[in-house]
C-alpha cells in the first residue's frame, strides 16, 4: 500500500496561497511499481489496483482541500484531445493536470475528420514530435484510444470512447459509491436505463464487481440485452426488482446522440415506466443514495427534486472527479 503519510504535510504547512509539496515528500512515488502505462479501461487493472487508485484519490482530494500543490507531473506535457463535447470530464481532468504541476494544452483536434481512425493518428503523431507526454482522449469511436496507444508513444488516458468505456468515470463513481456505503463488498447496486449505449456502465460494470459488489441492471429490454452473462450481474425484468434493497441506484443518461432514441417509443414513456423519483427509490434500502454521471436529460431519468435532494451525490461525483483524475495522472507520470 501506497505510504503517502501525513509527515509531508505536517512540514508543509499550507499557507493561504498554498504550498508546493515536491517529489521527494512523497515516498514513495505515486506511480512507484505501477505496472500501467495508459488507462484506457478499468478491466486492465486488478482490484488490488483499483483500491491503491481510489486510495491515492482519497489522498489527492485531502491535499487539495489543504490547498497544496503537487509537483508529480513537472515536465509532462499533457494534451486534451476531446473530440467529442464534453465539459465536467474536460475541466476536471485540466484541473487535475494543473494541480499536478503539468504543462496542458488544448489539442487542436479536426472534430469533423475525426472519425477516420488514420486522422487520429496522424494528429497524435505531430504532437508527439512537439512535445506532448499524455494525451487525454474523448472521442466517439469505440476503440480509439487502444488504435493511438499502439501507434503512438505517448501515454494514454481514455476520457470517454464512444459506447465503449470510460474509465475515469467508473473509477470515480466507485470513489464516491465507498465514500457512502464504507465498502463495495457484497453491496448491491442498482444501475437504471441505458446500459447498451453507456460507455460509463460498461466500466462500472468491471469496477463494481471487481471491487466485491452485485450490479442489478433495469432498463427497457433492448437496452439491457446482452449483459445476462456478465459475472456479478444480474438483469432485472422489472425496476423494482432492481431498486429492492439496493444499497445505492446509478442513473443513466439516455445516449440520444448514440441513436438510443429508438429503444424506447418516447422519453415520456421512458420516465414513466423506468424514471427514478423518491416513490420509486422508497424499494432501496433507506437512505440509499443515487447517482447521475451528467449531465442529466432533465426530468427523464430522474426527477429534478431527487437529484438534488440529500440522497443524491451528484455532486459529490463532480467533486471525486479532480481528484480521482490526479490519481490517475500522478499513477502514469514517469
Ligand atoms: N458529457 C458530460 C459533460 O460534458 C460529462 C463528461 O464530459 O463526461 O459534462
Ligand atoms: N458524461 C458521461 C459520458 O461522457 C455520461 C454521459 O454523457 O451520459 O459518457
Redesign the pocket.
Known amino acids: 500500500m501506497l505510504d503517502m503519510s501525513d509527515s509531508a504535510a505536517s512540514r508543509h504547512r499550507p499557507s493561504a496561497g498554498g504550498v508546493v509539496i515536491s517529489w521527494p515528500d512523497l515516498d514513495p512515488s505515486p506511480s512507484a511499481g505501477w505496472a500501467h502505462r495508459h488507462l484506457l479501461d478499468v478491466d486492465q487493472l486488478t482490484r488490488a489496483e483499483l483500491e491503491r487508485s481510489l486510495d491515492l484519490a482519497v489522498e489527492m482530494r485531502e491535499r487539495r482541500i489543504r490547498r497544496e500543490s503537487l509537483d508529480l507531473l513537472r515536465g509532462e506535457v499533457v494534451g486534451l484531445a476531446f473530440c ?1 463535447p ?1 465539459t ?2 474536460r475541466v476536471s481532468f485540466e484541473l487535475a493536470a494543473e494541480a499536478l504541476g503539468a504543462q496542458v494544452v488544448e489539442l487542436p483536434i479536426d472534430v469533423s475528420s475525426v472519425t477516420k481512425g488514420e486522422s487520429l493518428v496522424d494528429t497524435l503523431r505531430t504532437l508527439e514530435r512537439t512535445g506532448v507526454t499524455m494525451v487525454i482522449l ?1 472521442h466517439s469511436m469505440s476503440g480509439a484510444p487502444y488504435l493511438a496507444a499502439r501507434s503512438v508513444a505517448v501515454r494514454i488516458v481514455n ?2 470512447d464512444g459506447s465503449h468505456a ?1 474509465p475515469t ?1 467508473a473509477l470515480l463513481d466507485a470513489l464516491t459509491l465507498r465514500d457512502a456505503l464504507g465498502t463495495l463488498d457484497g453491496k448491491k447496486i442498482a444501475i437504471i436505463g441505458d446500459i447498451g449505449h ?3 456502465a460498461r466500466s462500472n460494470l468491471h469496477a463494481l464487481t471487481a471491487l466485491g459488489a452485485s450490479v442489478w441492471l433495469a432498463g427497457p429490454p433492448s437496452w439491457v440485452r446482452g449483459f445476462d452473462g456478465w459475472p456479478g450481474v444480474q438483469v432485472a425484468d422489472r425496476l423494482q426488482d432492481a431498486l429492492a434493497d439496493a444499497d445505492a441506484v446509478m442513473a ?4 440520444l446522440e448514440r441513436e438510443a432514441g429508438g429503444g424506447v417509443p418516447s422519453l415520456r414513456e421512458y420516465t414513466a415506466r423506468w424514471g427514478l423519483d423518491a416513490d420509486r427509490l422508497a424499494a432501496a434500502r433507506p437512505a440509499a443514495p443515487v447517482l447521475h ?3 442529466t436529460n432533465e426530468g427523464v431519468e430522474i426527477t429534478a427534486d431527487l437529484a438534488a435532494s440529500e440522497r443524491s451525490l451528484i455532486g459529490a461525483q463532480v467533486v471525486n472527479g479532480v481528484a480521482m483524475r490526479m490519481a490517475v495522472l500522478a499513477l502514469l507520470a514517469r
Not at 443513466?252 to 445516449?255: E, T, V
Open positions: 467529442e464534453s465536467r470530464t474523448r476520457a470517454g470510460h468515470q453507456s460507455r460509463v443513466l443518461r439516455i445516449q454521471p451528467g449531465p
